[in-house]
C-alpha cells in the first residue's frame, strides 16, 4: 500500500481519537473541558486553594492516568506513536521517488514523584531489539537550586536534541542538532536555578557520549564525557524592550575521551544517506554550541550555532598527528501560529476540533540550516582518505517548509517539505565534490499522551 492510498485511512483514524480524547472525563483536569465550563474553572482556582492530595490510594485522570498515594507517591502513565508517511526523490530523475510508511516509535513510559522529595521517570521504545530504553533516571530536588539526577538520560548539550521529538516544530530534528550534539547515556547531573533564578544550569559526567543517537553500528563514538549548559533570560539582568522579554539564550561545551580507530562524527541525510564517511581518530571531542529562542505572542524564533573537532593523534600512515576533524553546523528556524494561540509553552489550540465549532491550532514553520565536514587546519592536495591530512570537504544545505495543525492537546499532524541540497567529497581524479539535490514531503501523525 502507498503512502498516498494510506493516508486518508490514517487521517480518518485519527480525527476519531481526536474527537473522543477531547471529551470530558470524570476527575480529570486541563483545559479540554468545553469553554463555559473552563470560565467557572478558572474562577474557582482564583477563589481556592489548592485541593490537597487524596487520602490513601487513588486512581484519576490528568490528561493522562494516574495512580497515586497521598502526598507519598505518585505514577503518571505516557504513551506516545508517530506515523511518517515519505516521499523521497531526486530532481535529477523524479521516476525514482520512493513513498515510505514508517511507524517511526511507538513509546510507553511512566513519571512521577515519590518521598515528596524524589522525581522519576522510565521510557521505553516497543519493538526496538537494542537501546530499548530511553529515559530511566530519578532526580533529587530537596533543594530546588541544586538538584542531582542520576541514570540514562540526555546529556546537556543542544536545545534541538534535548526538545522531546513530541514538542518539536518540524518532523525531523536539524542535521546540526542530530549529528553534533550527543543524546542520552548514562551518567549523574547537577542542575538547577541560580543567582536567584536568573541562570539555569546544567553539569554533568556520562559514561560515553550519548551513544543512542550516534547510529554506530558497534559501541559508542566516544569514551567518558563531561558536559555543562548554561541558559539565562537577558531581560533578567538588564532592561529591555517588552518584546525582548521572554528572549532566551544559553552556550553549551562537552569533552570527551575518544578511543583509537572509525569512530569520528560523520554526515548524514535526513533519510541517513552517508555524505561524510568517518575517519580514524585519537585523543578528544571538544563540544562547544550557542543557543537561542525568542517567542512573542503568536510567533516564535530559534537558532543554535554548533561545533566539534575530533583530535586525530597518531593517525597518518606513518604514526604522525593529523589536523583534527572539523564538524560545525547552525539553523535557524521561526513559526507563526495563524489561529492566534500563544506560542510560549507549546502550542495549545483554543477550541478543540469537533468540539464547540471549533478546528483546533494551525501554524507555519519554516527552517535553513547547513551542517559541513572539513580538516580544522589544511594542508597539502584534498584527498577522501580516512587517514588523509587534508579531507576533502563535504556539507549538506537545507530548506524545511512546514505546517501544523493541533487537533487537540493529544493529536498533532505535520506537512513537511525539505529542499536538500549535499555536496559529497570525491578523489580530484575523479572530477572533485558532487552535488545532489534531493526533494523530500513528508507527513507525521502523532498521539501523544
Known amino acids: 500500500m502507498t503512502c498516498r492510498s494510506l493516508l486518508p485511512a490514517v487521517l480518518v483514524v485519527c480525527l476519531a481519537v481526536a474527537q473522543s480524547s477531547t471529551e470530558s472525563v470524570p476527575g480529570a483536569t486541563g483545559d479540554i473541558s468545553p ?14 486553594k489548592a485541593a490537597p492530595a487524596p487520602e490513601g490510594w487513588f486512581f484519576g485522570w490528568n490528561n493522562r492516568p494516574r495512580l497515586g498515594h497521598s502526598n507519598l507517591f505518585q505514577m503518571d502513565f505516557r504513551f506516545k506513536t508517530q506515523l511518517d508517511l515519505s516521499r523521497v526523490g531526486e530532481e535529477a530523475d523524479d521516476d525514482d521517488d520512493v513513498d515510505i510508511a514508517d511507524f517511526r516509535r511507538t513509546r510507553v513510559g511512566i513519571e512521577g514523584t515519590f518521598l515528596r522529595d524524589f522525581e522519576y521517570e522510565v521510557d521505553a521504545e516497543v ?7 530511553r529515559d530511566a533516571f530519578v532526580n533529587y530536588r530537596r533543594l530546588r537550586p541544586l538538584q542531582v539526577q542520576a541514570g540514562q538520560f540526555r546529556v546537556p548539550f543542544g ?44 553539569a554533568g559526567l556520562f559514561r560515553e557520549d550519548g551513544r543512542i543517537p550516534l547510529g554506530l553500528e558497534e559501541g559508542s563514538g566516544g569514551g567518558r564525557t563531561v558536559a555543562a549548559r548554561l541558559r539565562n533570560k537577558p531581560s533578567s539582568l538588564v532592561k529591555l524592550p517588552k518584546w525582548l522579554e521572554d528572549l532566551e539564550v544559553g552556550i553549551a561545551a562537552a569533552r570527551s575521551d575518544l578511543p583509537e580507530g572509525l569512530v569520528s562524527l560523520r554526515g548524514r541525510t535526513t533519510f541517513s544517506e552517508t555524505f561524510f564517511n568517518r575517519v580514524f581518530v585519537k585523543g ?41 576533524l572539523l564538524s560545525q553546523g547552525w539553523y535557524l528556524q521561526g513559526t ?24 483546533g491550532a494551525l501554524e507555519l514553520a519554516v527552517r535553513q540550516e547547513y551542517l559541513g565536514f572539513r580538516s580544522r587546519t589544511p594542508t597539502g592536495t584534498r584527498v577522501t582518505s580516512p587517514r588523509a591530512a587534508n579531507l576533502e570537504s563535504a556539507g549538506d544545505r537545507a530548506w524545511t517548509l512546514g505546517v501544523n495543525w493541533y487537533a487537540n492537546r493529544f493529536v498533532k499532524i505535520q506537512f513537511n517539505t525539505i529542499r536538500e541540497q549535499v555536496d559529497e567529497p570525491r578523489p580530484a ?19 501523544a499522551m
Not at 35 to 42: G, L, N, Q, V, Y
Not at 297 to 319: C, I, K, P
Not at 429 to 447: D, E, H, N
Open 159 to 202: 536545545r534541538d536534541q534535548n526538545t522531546a521529538s513530541h514538542n518539536l516544530d518540524f518532523v525531523f530534528r536539524s542535521r546540526p542538532g542530530t549529528l553534533l550534539a550527543p543524546g542520552r547515556d548514562v551518567g549523574v547531573m547537577v542542575h538547577g536555578r541560580a543567582w536567584d533564578r536568573r541562570i539555569h544550569y546544567q
Open 127 to 133: 519493538g526496538e531489539r537494542t537501546d530499548m530504553l
Open 429 to 447: 581524479s575523479a572530477g572533485g565534490p558532487t552535488r545532489a539535490l534531493f526533494w523530500t514531503q513528508v507527513c507525521r501523525i502523532q498521539f
Open 336 to 359: 507563526w501560529v495563524l489561529t492566534g494561540e500563544k506560542k510560549d509553552g507549546g502550542v495549545k489550540p483554543r477550541r478543540n476540533f469537533l468540539q464547540d465549532g471549533g478546528w
Open 284 to 324: 578528544h571531542r571538544t563540544r562547544t554550541g550557542a543557543e537561542l529562542e525568542w517567542k512573542l505572542g503568536r510567533f516564535g524564533m530559534q537558532g543554535e550555532l554548533l561545533r566539534a573537532r575530533d583530535q586525530r593523534l597518531e593517525q597518518s600512515v606513518r604514526g604522525l598527528d593529523l589536523p583534527d
Open 35 to 48: 469553554k463555559s465550563t473552563r470560565k467557572k474553572a478558572d474562577k474557582k482556582k482564583k477563589s481556592q
